[in-house]
Structure formats: structure tokens, C-alpha cells
């Protein structure tokens, strides 16, 4: 299985400041997923990053807020631009194993917006 | 939009077999059934998948009716360690959309 490491684990950061989630896969996926998990609450899909295409995102998420780099087939980024409270979260990349139907996920990044 | 139906919470004893059911009713021809679990603060972890067969690895048992309406896994010696959320998600795999859609899932506890 895909072993998938985040960067950073935990933060806490700033109303109105940005952060960028790192996601490292140990080898070569086609699509990777973003998600994010709000206190108590069930995971809910932020977008679909693909390499060399613009990622896909989901109602109620927009690029602006959410940018997403995908820059080779091991490496994503997931930024969280502007933030507020709200998006105080743990967010989580997943990848999906090449020709096999599982989807792995990544520990999560916490982030605490004050 | 989840289109699966959980109970909200379960318990089991420990050493006893856990069975988590699953309402998909609505399931198309092409979807398969998936089975997650999350431990408390930990990235979500795969369990089991299926499309119309029963199907068994290291980890579980995952059960489907024969109409494909709903599903059962099974954890068939339930440990301490076996205490998480369960969610059952139905998923198109292979097509140009692979995502998957959680909804609220199940809370397993395991007493000793």
C-alpha cells in the first residue's frame, strides 16, 4: 500500500494568514484527493488533483480560497488562503492505488485558525 | 450527498464478532461497496471493498445481498483496538470520477 506523508502535522496560525499542507506519496499515483474534517464531523472532498491538469473541486469550494499545486505524480500541495476560524480543521490527502480500487490517506494536518 | 445509511452507533464485546450493517438501496450496476474506519484523530483507514461477491481479506468480511441493496461487514474476533468509525461508501472505481463520499458512519465501541 501507499505510504503517504503530511507536512506539517499540526499548526496553529492567524485569522487572515495562509497555509500551505504539503502531501508526499512514496510512489507514482495518478489522482489525489484533498479533504477536509471539521471538529466532530465526517471527511468531506475538497478536490481532485491530477498531474498536469487544473484540480477539480467540489461545490462549495473554490480555487481562490483553496489553490492546489500538483506539480509531479508524488507531490501535492493544498493551500488554505485567507483564513478564518472556520477553517479550523484537519485536512487530509488521499491517493488512489494504481489499478488496485483502494484509497489511501495521509494523517492529516490539524490547523487551528485564532 | 452520502447515499448510504448507517446506525449511528454500535457496541460489541470484545472477542465477539462485530457486524456493521449498510443501506445503499439506491447502488447503481457500476458502483462498489467500500469500507472505511477511522481511528479517533488518525487519517481514515481501508478496510475491504466489493462489487456483488462476498468478500474476505486479513481484516474483515464484507457480506452483500444478493439485489445489491445493502451490505454487512464483519469483524469477526472484535478487539479494543477495533473502537472507530466505520463508514460504508458506495464509489464508481476506474472512471473518469474515483471519489469517494463519506457520510456520518457508524461509532463501534468495543467493551471488555
Known amino acids: 500500500s501507499a505510504v503517504i506523508s503530511q507536512k506539517p502535522s499540526r499548526d496553529i496560525c492567524q485569522r487572515g494568514t495562509s497555509l500551505t499542507i504539503q502531501c508526499q506519496v512514496d510512489?507514482?499515483?495518478?489522482?489525489m484527493f484533498w479533504y477536509r474534517q471539521q471538529p466532530g464531523q465526517s471527511l468531506t472532498l475538497i478536490a481532485t488533483?491530477?498531474?498536469?491538469?487544473?484540480?477539480?473541486?467540489e461545490s462549495g469550494f473554490v480555487i481562490d480560497k483553496f489553490p492546489i499545486s500538483r506539480p509531479n505524480l508524488t507531490f501535492s500541495t493544498l493551500t488554505v488562503s485567507n483564513m478564518s476560524p472556520e477553517d479550523s480543521s484537519i485536512y487530509l490527502c488521499?491517493?488512489?492505488?494504481?489499478?488496485?480500487?483502494?484509497?489511501?490517506f495521509g494523517p492529516g494536518t490539524r490547523l487551528t485558525v485564532t | 450527498d452520502a447515499k448510504t445509511t448507517q446506525p449511528t452507533s454500535m457496541d460489541c464485546a470484545e472477542g465477539r464478532a462485530a457486524n456493521l450493517p449498510c443501506n445503499h438501496s439506491?447502488?447503481?450496476?457500476?458502483?462498489?461497496v467500500y469500507w472505511y474506519r477511522q481511528i479517533h484523530s488518525q487519517g481514515p483507514q481501508y478496510i475491504i471493498h466489493?462489487?456483488?461477491n462476498n468478500e474476505t481479506n486479513e481484516m474483515a468480511s464484507l457480506i452483500i445481498t444478493e439485489d445489491r441493496k445493502s451490505s454487512t461487514l464483519i469483524l469477526p474476533h472484535a478487539t479494543l483496538r477495533d473502537t472507530a468509525v466505520y463508514y460504508c461508501?458506495?464509489?464508481?472505481?476506474?472512471?473518469?470520477?474515483?471519489?469517494?463520499?463519506f457520510g456520518t458512519g457508524t461509532l463501534l465501541a468495543v467493551q471488555p
Open positions: 488521499s491517493v488512489d492505488e494504481e489499478g488496485g480500487g483502494e484509497q489511501y
Open positions: 510512489s507514482q499515483v495518478t489522482m
Open positions: 488533483a491530477n498531474q498536469g491538469s487544473e484540480a477539480t473541486y
Open positions: 439506491t447502488i447503481s450496476g457500476n458502483e462498489y
Open positions: 466489493g462489487l456483488k
Open positions: 461508501i458506495v464509489r464508481i472505481w476506474g472512471g473518469a470520477t474515483n471519489k469517494l463520499i
